[in-house]
């Protein structure tokens, strides 16, 4: 049985490790990395990593004052935590969280780029058409719909697109934490409830994650709504609510590929846990079928068969199993991308990517433990994609700090962690709650397995990985 550890524990393993790291980082690290960027040619990259590195040695400095000033008054903080209602600490979270971002859409001028700007683009030719078209006109399902939809309602109504998004973000950001806070009563007491709120929303990359036009954040937020119903603990209106599940999923589904395991995982609880599980399920798929038909049977008359998210499947596939990938998001394989049969193209590229990873089994097995390195290697994604392309100039020191902080915060989460899920098996077993996202985890970590490594995709864990570091320490109950 491991033993719960203690705060000051982790705190003063952190220090102790900043404190090691900091000379190691002028002395040797620090030239390889400033030489490494300087001869990136992406400009843009270049600028920003430059940033971050030239300045690292005030930000070890300022994080270790930092987790010493948190280390000295730990007791305070947690009597002050332990005193405060659980509900006034939520308010007061919510409204913190909800001014942070909100400063931040003008303080920080992101350039949506990549995906971001792919999105965009996306949504304004379906608003002005009125069909949904790749730039090359032709009839697409590359990117799922459901971004680019609400891109266009912004553009039809006459709003900004960019900024109605980000506070579109920012509410649903707000309602995340009362979805958390309804949903993990049972789970977690009072007092690790609070520190559960506390550490989601004091991640800078939380705090960034409504800069930009990503599927993220809605998509968590749709996985917890889904969550929050399937367990609501009550005997009224039992069909709408499974019925608004489905109709939650297949949304999710529309807004990014990976909802379509919230079913499989769905109906497995309520078959494992539930005795009158068959008319949830009918209510809970037929919500579903609603909401994906009219997509899937648009795509079936474009593509000549049913497509029920999107079509970029097998260029997601390829990427992280040709050759000579290394497991992580890159370009360097061939995918013809302006196929006006997008489903044709996306078969093809699974199959490229299958008779390469037959060709080179060992390839394919080392690979396996790299993808989810790439995932986890660092935590940053929001807060890069907001800081690396901007309108406006944001200080090196800043970019520097935020950058640093939230990995080592992110790290630490991560690690002890890893310790609160080698102890969930009994819980795993026995309670549907902790059953249903102990799968949720797995599943994911497995379409990672099986498709490519991303730090994009451990956003939608990252809660699980905070629920998991709670449960090793000593928390004790009011």
């Known amino acids: 049985m491991i033993e719960r550890i203690s705060s000051k524990i982790v705190l003063t393993v952190a220090i102790l490790f900043l404190l090691l790291f900091l000379p190691i980082y002028s002395l040797f690290l620090k030239n390889y990395f400033i030489l490494y960027f300087l001869n990136s040619n992406n400009q843009i990259d270049q600028k920003y990593y430059l940033d971050i590195f030239n300045h690292l040695e005030y930000s070890i400095l300022f994080t270790i004052s930092l987790l010493i000033i948190i280390k000295l008054s730990a007791n305070r903080i ?28 003008f303080l920080i001028e992101t350039i949506q780029h990549s995906d971001s700007a792919f999105y965009l683009s996306h949504g304004i030719r379906l608003a002005e058409t009125g069909i949904y078209l790749s730039a090359q006109g032709n009839f697409t399902a590359f990117w799922p ?69 990503l599927t993220e954040l809605p998509y968590l937020f749709l996985v917890w709504m889904s969550f929050f119903l399937v367990f609501y603990e009550s005997n009224k209106f039992v069909k709408t609510r499974f019925f608004l599940v489905g109709i939650i ?28 599980y068959f008319s949830k399920i009918l209510l809970f798929i037929l919500g579903s079928i609603i909401i994906v038909a009219p997509w899937a049977l648009r795509n079936y008359q474009h593509f000549s068969k049913v497509v029920i998210s999107s079509t970029n499947g097998g260029f997601n596939f390829l990427m992280g199993n040709h050759i000579n990938s290394s497991g992580k998001i890159n370009f360097d394989f061939e995918y013809d991308i302006t196929n006006k049969n997008e489903v044709e193209e996306s078969d093809k590229a699974y199959k490229q990517g299958i008779d390469d990873m037959i060709e080179n089994p060992v390839k394919t097995l080392i690979r396996l433990p790299k ?56 819980g795993f077993i026995s309670n549907k709650q902790i059953f249903f996202l102990n799968l949720y985890f797995i599943v994911n970590l497995l379409m990672i397995l099986i498709y490519v490594g991303s730090e994009r995709y451990i956003y939608s864990v990252f809660p699980l990985h905070i629920l998991y570091f709670i449960k090793n320490f000593k928390i004790e109950k009011n």
Do not use: C
Request: net charge positive; aromatic share 14%; no cysteine.
């Open 249 to 276: 999923t297949g949304i999710n589904i529309l807004v990014r590929a990976n909802a379509i395991m919230m079913i499989p995982l769905i109906i497995l609880t309520l078959i494992k846990f539930d005795k009158k």
């Open 78 to 105: 947690l009597t002050l935590i332990k005193n405060l209602s659980l509900q006034r600490l939520l308010y007061y979270l919510i409204i913190f969280q909800s001014i942070t971002q909100f400063v931040n859409t």
């Open 371 to 426: 993808k989810i390195f790439w995932s986890y290697w660092r935590g940053d994604f929001s807060l890069t994609w907001a800081l690396k392309e901007t309108k406006n100039e944001i200080s090196p020191i800043i970019k520097s700090f935020l950058f640093f902080s939230n990995n080592l915060y992110f790290y630490l989460i991560i690690t002890v962690s890893l310790l609160g899920f080698i102890k969930i098996p009994k």
């Open 145 to 213: 719909v459901g971004i680019p939809f609400i891109i266009s309602l912004f553009h039809n109504l006459g709003l900004p697109e960019i900024l109605s998004f980000q506070m579109m973000n920012i509410l649903l950001s707000s309602v995340l934490l009362i979805l958390f806070k309804v949903s993990l009563k049972n789970i977690l007491n009072e007092n690790e409830l609070k520190l559960f709120l506390i550490l989601f929303t004091l991640f800078p990359n939380n705090l960034l994650i409504s800069q930009s036009i």
